[in-house]
């Protein structure tokens, strides 16, 4: 009676702390749509009211008129969509060679993929432009596409680790009936790694969808 007591003040407590961290993650989201829906008077008000006095949905038909956001939003989705694609697929493929294939120097070459980890961003940010100046890239979705098929470190090594976990036994049984590395990746290894897969896309999307800097 008492230890049932006891879990549940703690249901509660947990119940109200995560309620409290619910509210505070939310309000800059509720605050943001409070104001896209109030006037500018409203906006510029203070001390400033959460809900506008009379919401203005129009507000949202005049900022799409402003600027070209049908542009912007495609052009977006066009480099979300090969990004996802190229860091997943590439990603994998070469994660699986790390992890289920003995070649010469494998481990100095994971170290030094690894080592690329701790290469800060603006150190390469000039290169990089160079290079893309270079081959006439600029102003195209090449330089924010063809990086994605090039490979990621930290993708590489949280997928590595998860093919890692994955028993040999699987691939070997493909071996003996004659299947070779892409068939053992593409349908062996692929559907198994489902999760970290899953995982690897949503990085790709957030990193893609907020990449200011690269756009």
């Not at 993929?113 to 961003?121: K, Q």
């Not at 004659?178 to 489902?194: D, E, Q, S, T």
């Not at 995982?199 to 756009?215: E, H, M, N, P």
Request: hydrophobic share 55%; aromatic share 16%; proline share 7%.
């Amino acid at each position: 009676m008492i230890k049932s007591r006891k879990n549940k003040i703690a249901d509660i407590v947990l119940f109200v702390i995560l309620a409290v961290g619910a509210i505070l993650i939310l309000f800059p989201i509720a605050w943001m749509l409070s104001t896209a829906l109030k006037s500018a008077p409203e906006v510029a008000q203070y001390p400033p009211k959460l809900l506008p006095e009379k919401p203005l949905f129009e507000n949202f038909a005049i900022a799409w008129g402003k600027a070209p956001f049908t542009r912007y939003t495609t052009n977006t989705l066009i480099i979300v969509f090969f990004t996802i694609i190229g860091n997943v697929f590439v990603n994998s493929f070469v994660a699986y060679g790390f992890a289920k294939i003995d070649f010469a120097g494998k481990k100095f070459l994971f170290k030094i993929v690894l080592a690329t980890m701790m290469i800060p961003g603006f150190v390469t940010l000039v290169p990089t432009y160079v290079i893309f100046s270079k081959l006439h890239w600029v102003d195209t979705y090449l330089p924010l596409i063809v990086p994605a098929f090039c490979g990621n470190a930290f993708h590489i090594f949280m997928m590595r680790q998860f093919y890692r976990t994955i028993p040999n036994e699987l691939m070997e049984a493909a071996r003996v009936d004659g299947a070779g590395h892409f068939y053992i990746w593409g349908r062996l290894m692929m559907p198994l790694v489902k999760p970290v897969m899953a995982t690897v896309a949503l990085i790709s999307f957030k990193g893609a969808w907020s990449d200011f800097q690269g756009l």
